[in-house]
Nanobody, 124 residues
């Protein structure tokens, strides 16, 4: 079955950087869209970034444009999120996700498989 395992979270000061990774297994990685979502305490899960199977299409939520970069290495079955200029409001649990038939790359309900999440905490 499909398994997604995130890593790379941690505590960082505002203005710092982190790189999240998501190791995927159980399917042909390059055939499917992948995405990052995040969820802060007391808030709904929100879209962060998504990338198509071969990397030709990428979307970001407005609040991370210019600061975050999503990428994938299909040879390594790994998804990445490079996060620069981090802000306290970026504090959340970050999840990677993939779906069988993703129609709307920013919609959580379109994704069938989720990792366990990795905590990112940005101190001011």
């Amino acid at each position: 079955q499909v398994q997604l395992v995130e890593s790379g979270g941690g505590l960082v000061q505002a203005g710092g950087s982190l790189r999240l990774s998501c190791a995927a297994s159980g399917r042909t990685f390059s055939s499917y869209h992948m995405a990052w979502f995040r969820q802060a305490p007391g808030r709904e899960r929100e879209f962060v970034a998504a990338i198509s199977g071969l990397g030709g299409t990428i979307y970001y939520t407005d609040s991370v444009k210019g600061r975050f970069t999503i990428s994938r290495d299909n040879a390594r079955n790994t998804l990445y999120l490079q996060m620069n200029s981090l802000k306290p409001e970026d504090t959340a649990v970050y999840y990677c996700a993939t779906g069988d038939t993703v129609q709307s790359m920013a919609a959580p309900y379109d994704y069938d498989y989720w990792g366990q999440g990795t905590q990112v905490t940005v101190s001011s």
